[in-house]
């Protein structure tokens, strides 16, 4: 079993910076085929916000585009940059990883359990 846990959330004012880290954890891991980060905001649906492949192409919301920078790291960790933010920002975030464990030919999408992070005065 791959268990995903997301860090780094928190009370950040109007235009700060935070950052977010998930990290996955197993044994048996043989590849993250790639990442993503989610939202879910106070009221609303969950959405994607930002992904980055195996080979380290990234992609982002409109939202978020300019703003948040996707990376990642060999030690099976991603981390979301997330600068200027404002406080339709306000959400749970997390992380996504497909995760490819030893002896099987793909991998399946695990979730973390998400971090608050809320942008305010």
């Known amino acids: 079993q791959v268990h995903l846990e997301e860090s780094g959330g928190g009370l950040v004012q109007p235009g700060g910076s935070l950052r977010l880290s998930c990290a996955a954890s197993?044994?048996?891991?043989?590849?993250?085929?790639?990442w993503s980060w989610y939202r879910q905001g106070p009221g609303k649906e969950r959405e994607w916000v930002a992904r980055?492949?195996?080979?380290?192409?990234t992609d982002y919301s409109e939202q978020v585009n300019d703003r948040f920078t996707i990376s990642s790291d060999d030690a099976n960790r991603v981390y979301l940059q997330m600068n200027s933010v404002k406080p339709e920002d306000t959400a749970v975030y997390y992380c996504?990883?497909?995760?490819?464990?030893?002896?099987?030919?793909?991998?399946?999408?695990?979730w973390g359990q998400g971090t608050q992070v809320t942008v305010s005065s």
């Open positions: 980055i492949t195996g080979g380290g192409v």
């Open positions: 197993s044994e048996s891991i043989f590849s993250i085929n790639w």
């Open positions: 996504v990883g497909n995760v490819r464990i030893v002896g099987e030919l793909h991998g399946q999408d695990y």
